[in-house]
């Protein structure tokens, strides 16, 4: 079992007593009430008992009535009840009441299919909206019997009975922008072919470690070790407010910026040069203002000639955390909600001059990171673009100092705490994951993620619903990512963390997509179609028993012949191939006794690749893949599934 040391939790210490509002309100003992999970529009696993639990006056008699059968409960002293119903086939929609002598709530419009929790950090977190051909596939969407449940990103550290937040929303034009993207065409995907309801249960945070996603008990965690760590959050949030204090002062409560909707600090003929310098593209929390929540301005300058002016000017940002409002010479040319939304903003004609203009940005920030954090220009009609990176004024106009939520997802246990254990009484039919990125900072936190991976399946398989349920537990192994290597890496974190994934795969009734051709060389690359669609392959295979394959060429063995090393796959189904138009295959190294790896010639020979290199007379193993970023890796079978990444040593 992984366990935590005290040199940890003191090194990622984060303010755990000061998280007001993150906790649910407690329960009254005077109305009935259902989990926020309960609501119109939900989704029921198929082929299992129905769990339905709630509060209520202590003593009360409840009754719960769905599809025909009826089941009944009493409320014990703490107010807290709970009723199994009969397992239900796919279908729907039907109603679910819960009724005292007092009260009635009904659920209208709740269907039975296949639920699955789709978990992780950003990529998972990703929405349809940012993906690939976003406005095509948004306005496509039209399938009411795939729906989507998000959780809000809210922590606690203790144990809730209820989330946070949330509803249920339907696969259409004006919700499905919300949608994980990669929870999404995996669900398009199975609905293809498995014809009955799908809901997803979206419970992630971009950043977040998998620490966090774990229980105390899965994590070792003992009560003197839990309150160490509250203690080392109690000193972190001193030091930020102090440290916040001694750059302000007295922390602005209130932005006098934007006054009566009147943007005084928007104008052109504002005198910013006493302001602060700040870098863009950049969060401020990496230049001094660690722990700031609130807002901030931002300010910069642009000259125009008569010829760009007639030509048309667009304002585009990559992305802003978390919203923004914008202006030219005074003049507002948009505004955006969402952290991850890309801005693309027409500069009216009216609103610009030839000469100097001004650009000032309004930045909301209500957790973790803020800033203009992705690429600032002007576009041209002409196409022609200009960065605007460099430093900008910069001026806090309000503060509301909360914990930092950069760090505190990555605090062992809590999102566990708020996002996964409410969910826990729910049927659910499996769980996909998208996570590691944030666990692949060094080789040796890369290392230490296959026994935390393998305790957070087992944990979670455990914990939810009756806890003797092995689920299928679904994942996707880490892209390509970063600049390609030169020369072969001895050392690798994130080929490191994909090993550690793959380990995970000795585990009954687990599967994973490889994307290590679909990462784009980016942290958060806009293909999503692929990585669902090689999602539910993995299911339709594993847990629908469809005669579909479900990975790539995956190494079984290899043999070394003369100068020549032999390897041996498994899937490789309608034989090995490579996408290269000369068939040459790459990603290939070998090295010697001395561990001194090199990238290496390899040839298909049937259903096994020949690898040598005029380098390496004696070779005595062979890595495929094994970098962050394997640049040439080329290597698929002919159902265009590429090959995992391995290696043959240890070293």
Do not use: C
């Amino acid at each position: 079992m992984f366990r935590l040391g005290l040199a940890y939790l003191l090194l990622f210490a984060a303010p755990l007593n000061s998280m007001r509002g993150q906790n649910a309100a407690a329960r009254t003992s005077r109305s009935l009430q259902l989990p926020r999970l309960f609501a119109n529009g939900m989704v029921l696993q198929r082929d299992k008992p129905i769990a339905v639990w709630g509060w209520a006056p202590a003593g009360a008699a409840i009754s719960v009535a769905f599809h025909g059968h009826t089941a009944r409960a009493k409320t014990t002293p703490d107010g807290k009840w709970r009723v199994s119903l009969p397992a239900s086939t796919a279908g729907g929609p039907f109603d679910l009441t819960v009724t005292t002598d007092q009260q009635k709530v009904a659920l209208k419009d709740v269907l039975v299919g296949d639920v699955w929790v789709a978990s992780g950090q950003s990529n998972m977190e990703f929405p349809l909206a940012r993906a690939n051909n976003a406005a095509q596939e948004i306005a496509a969407a039209n399938d009411r019997s795939l729906r989507q449940f998000k959780v809000p990103t809210s922590w606690s550290n203790e144990p809730e009975d209820d989330l946070a937040g949330g509803s249920w929303t339907n696969a259409d034009p004006a919700h499905a922008g919300d949608f994980t993207a990669v929870g999404y065409f995996f669900a398009r995907e199975l609905r293809k072919t498995v014809r009955v309801p799908i809901g997803i249960i979206n419970t992630t945070w971009g950043g977040s470690n998998i620490e966090t996603w774990l229980s105390r008990q899965a994590l070792g965690l003992t009560d003197s070790s839990w309150a160490v760590m509250v203690r080392a959050e109690e000193n972190y949030v001193a030091s930020l407010r102090d440290s916040l204090r001694a750059k302000f002062g007295d922390l602005p409560a209130k932005d006098m910026g934007l006054v009566n909707e009147k943007a005084l600090w928007a104008d052109v003929s504002l005198d910013d040069s006493r302001w602060a310098d700040m870098p863009v593209p950049s969060y401020w929390e990496d230049h001094g203002y660690v722990g700031m929540d609130g807002i901030a301005w931002y300010r910069v300058s642009f000259d125009l000639d008569d010829q760009e002016l007639a030509r048309g000017v667009t304002l585009k940002f990559g992305a802003i955390d978390d919203d923004d409002i914008s202006w030219v010479n005074g003049v507002e040319v948009g505004r955006t909600t969402g952290y991850n939304v890309p801005r693309s903003y027409q500069i009216p004609r009216n609103a610009l001059r030839v000469g100097r203009n001004v650009l000032a940005v309004r930045v909301v920030d209500g957790g973790g990171g803020g800033g203009i954090n992705e690429a600032a220009s002007l576009v041209f009609g002409d196409g022609s673009r200009r960065s605007l990176a460099g430093a900008w004024k910069f001026k806090v106009g309000e503060v509301s100092f909360k914990p930092d939520g950069q760090h505190i997802n990555k605090i062992p246990t809590i999102l566990y705490n708020k996002m996964l254990h409410p969910l826990l009484p729910f049927a659910i039919k499996g769980v996909l994951w998208y996570q590691g990125e944030s666990n692949a900072n060094n080789v040796a936190q890369a290392a230490a993620y296959r026994g935390q991976f393998v305790s957070l399946i087992t944990s979670w398989r455990k914990e939810f619903g009756n806890g003797r349920e092995v689920f299928p537990f679904l994942w996707v192994q880490l892209p390509n990512f970063g600049q390609p290597d030169a020369s072969p890496p001895a050392q690798s974190s994130w080929a490191t963390q994909r090993e550690s994934m793959a380990a995970a795969l000795s585990l009954p009734n687990t599967g994973q997509a490889i994307t290590i051709d679909i990462g784009e060389g980016n942290l958060h690359p806009t293909n999503k179609q692929d990585v669902g669609a090689r999602l539910a392959r993995v299911a339709l295979n594993k847990v629908y028993g469809r005669p579909i394959l479900a990975s790539g060429p995956t190494y079984r063995s290899y043999e070394v012949r003369g100068d020549t090393v032999v390897v041996d796959f498994t899937n490789v189904g309608g034989g090995l191939t490579t996408r290269s138009t000369d068939a040459r295959v790459g990603g290939f190294a070998l090295a010697g006794a001395d561990h001194k790896f090199v990238w290496a010639n390899a040839k298909i020979v049937g259903n096994r690749v020949h690898v040598w290199s005029d380098q390496v007379k004696k070779p005595t193993a062979v890595r495929y893949a094994w970098a962050n970023n394997p640049d040439h890796a080329n290597l698929y079978n002919r159902e265009e599934l590429p090959a995992a990444p391995f290696r043959s040593d240890r070293w």
